[in-house]
């Protein structure tokens, strides 16, 4: 599986995508890595359960294999190796229960609200993720709060204007401008955020315009002219 197909995978989340990004770069070149969802979770600025929800649809895509290695005497899980990409349908596996030497881990120290990359061997740094800068997925998460479906349709806009448009949100600023135009063309129904989003992300759109009296949400009760103003 490429980077390309899971970001394509209309099937997965947002959430999803970026999880399957940083697994791919822990990873590294071996094609395996062992972090705990507590890491990951960290990372994502998500719940333990909304990870383990995540990584279970990636296994169930085919883009990751999971591996337990338990001990032999307690049967207990003394750890467990994720593979990514081209990796998931070898016959391969981690090292040995006695060497333990990751070939990419990601440093387990509480998440500091300015980092933006991970170390890899050769204390190489990239930047996670490629499409979706740190700090504008935080400012996302933020506006969008436990609301999933919300946040899917924010990065989607996102994430298609980076790949259509080669025009990608790279400021906090320019993000903050994109969401005050949502509320102010949604009036704050989530219906209408949510169907504007869609309209402009499959329009290839770099933000939000007013929609169309027949494009519409039915459950949205707040009408709109054409410049997207409060109609009467």
Known sequence: MTPGE???????????KLLYMILSSMAGQDGYCWPANETLAAEL?????????????????????????????????????IYCGIFVNRDVHG??????????????????KSRTAIKC???KEENI???????ILRLCEGYA????????????????????????????????GILNKLDKLSGGDRGMKLALLEKA??????????????????????????EGEDGI
């Open 6 to 16: 899971v970001l394509h995978d209309k099937e997965l989340s947002h959430a999803g």
């Open 45 to 81: 600025e998500l719940s333990k359960r909304r990870v383990q929800e995540l990584l279970s649809k990636l296994q169930d895509r085919g883009y990751i294999r999971v591996e337990v290695r338990r001990s032999e005497a307690t049967q207990e899980v003394e750890r467990r190796y």
């Open 95 to 112: 090292p040995p229960a006695k060497s333990r030497t990751p070939s990419c881990e990601i440093s387990h120290d509480p998440p500091a």
């Open 121 to 123: 061997k050769k204390n």
């Open 129 to 135: 993720p490629p499409i979706v800068p740190r700090e």
């Open 145 to 176: 709060g436990e609301d999933a479906q919300l946040l899917d349709a924010i990065l989607g806009l996102l994430e298609n204007r980076a790949a259509a448009n080669k025009s990608p949100v790279k400021t906090t600023r320019a993000m903050n």
């Open 201 to 226: 992300t499959v329009s290839n759109w770099l933000t939000v315009f007013p929609l169309k009296l027949d494009e519409l949400p039915t459950s949205s009760s707040v009408p709109y002219n054409e």
